[in-house]
Each structure stands twice: as C-alpha cells, then as structure tokens.
C-alpha cells in the first residue's frame, strides 16, 4: 500500500510540472505587447540620455 500511494504522488507531482512546463512555452498577445512596449520605453530612454548628453555638452561649451 505504501509503494502505491508513493507511486500516485510521484505521477501527481510529474502531471502538475508537465503542465506548468507547458503554460510556459507559448507567448501570448498580452506577453508580445508587454515586450515591444518594455522596448519602446527602453529606446524612449536612451534617446533621452542622448538628448541630456548634448545639452550638457551644449552648457559646457556656453561656459568657456
């Protein structure tokens, strides 16, 4: 009886892992637009500190 019950919670645990391994495969529409919206505020940024980079430049050669 003791092998039976450890050989149903072994197969249960291997079913629950099989299943949360699959969920995990595929994007969906939600992750695809969560991507390209983490990569467009990530670009937005960079050309913002491009942008503080040349007004500082900008300042400093005001100043000499």
Known sequence: MRKFIHIVITALMMIVLLV??????KEGPVEKA??????????????????????RDIVKDDKK
């Open 20 to 25: 949360g391994l699959s969920g995990c495969t």
């Open 34 to 55: 969560g991507k390209r919206i983490d990569k467009t505020i990530e670009n937005a940024g960079e050309q913002i500190e491009k942008a503080g980079d040349k007004v």
